[in-house]
């Protein structure tokens, strides 16, 4: 084994972890230095084997955990800080929601127009672009673009900015440092 590359002997490692068939399977970094082919293989392993059994899957590659896991728990100095479903996780640390929007139009104006929206709570503009923050639980898009066909401007783009698992990953082991 010893004479193996580095990505063989992760999958050595990995089928002598499930060659048993162990209920509970615990990973680290499993795909560590194997080729792009190798990682996508052993994403669709994982996710198959997740299906049957348990598995805990210890990693600080974050896009690896999106794309592989169901649940998470984000764990800082040895305590559990966030525990659920991917796409539950955003909830725990956003009070709001943000969309971001291109308008053809003129951008003080969109912007004030945009700001008398109900449960917006903040608009900015950078790169061309509106960013709109609204209250949790409001979905203001609806308004938007009749905000935005009323004042007769093109509405080019609308869409929901989703927080990533490393934004919500900084944000929670952060504010636990902070608070501490």
């Known amino acids: 084994i010893g004479k193996l590359s580095k990505g063989f002997r992760q999958r050595v490692g990995v089928a002598q972890a499930i ?3 162990p209920e509970v399977l615990i990973l680290d970094e499993p795909t560590i230095g194997i080729d792009p082919i190798q990682v996508a293989m052993t994403r669709q392993l994982i996710r198959a084997l997740g299906k049957e059994r348990t598995i805990l899957l210890s990693t600080h590659i974050l896009s690896e955990v999106s794309v592989t896991c ?8 040895g305590r559990i800080v966030a525990e659920d479903r991917i796409e539950n ?7 709001s929601r ?6 053809e139009g003129p951008a003080e104006k969109v912007a ?3 700001r008398q929206i109900e449960g917006v709570l903040q608009v900015s503009y950078e ?9 949790a639980g409001q979905d203001p898009r609806g308004k938007i673009m009749e905000t935005i066909v009323r004042g007769g401007w093109t509405l080019l783009s609308l869409e929901s900015i989703e927080m990533s698992l490393e934004d919500i990953f900084l944000k929670l082991t952060t504010e636990e440092e902070t608070s501490q």
Not at 98 to 103: A, S, T
């Open 19 to 21: 060659i048993h068939e």
């Open 98 to 103: 943000r969309i971001r929007l291109e308008v």
């Open 70 to 77: 169901e649940r998470v728990i984000i764990i800082n100095e």
């Open 89 to 95: 996780l955003s909830s725990l640390v956003s009070g």
């Open 127 to 135: 790169d061309s672009h509106y960013i709109v923050e609204c209250s």
């Open 112 to 114: 004030e127009r945009l």
